[in-house]
């Protein structure tokens, strides 16, 4: 989709494809790598940092997680969480 940006993380050693990660519905301006740890962080113009780290395996912490393709906005019930 035009304006959406994509990141592809590649093996330096073997060249294989690792990753592609794509960004939100605005352009890329610059990117930045942590020097000791695997985030990558992307300026966007939007005016906003998208921070890119490890994926997690969430089912550890909850065996019935289910990713979901997108973000969603969660509306929460009035008598929810009291």
């Not at 990558?40 to 490890?54: K, Q, R």
Request: charged content about 20%; proline content about 6%; overall charge negative.
């Amino acid at each position: 989709e035009s304006g959406k940006y994509e990141l592809f993380v590649w093996d330096t050693t073997t060249g294989a494809l690792l990753d592609r990660l794509t960004g939100p519905q605005t352009l890329l301006n610059h990117l930045a790598w942590h020097p000791n740890r695997s985030f990558v962080a992307a300026s966007t113009s939007d005016g906003l940092v998208d921070i890119w780290g490890p994926r997690m395996d969430w089912t550890a912490f909850a065996p019935d997680f289910q990713a979901l393709p997108s973000n969603v906005e969660y509306v929460e019930q009035e008598d929810e969480f009291d």
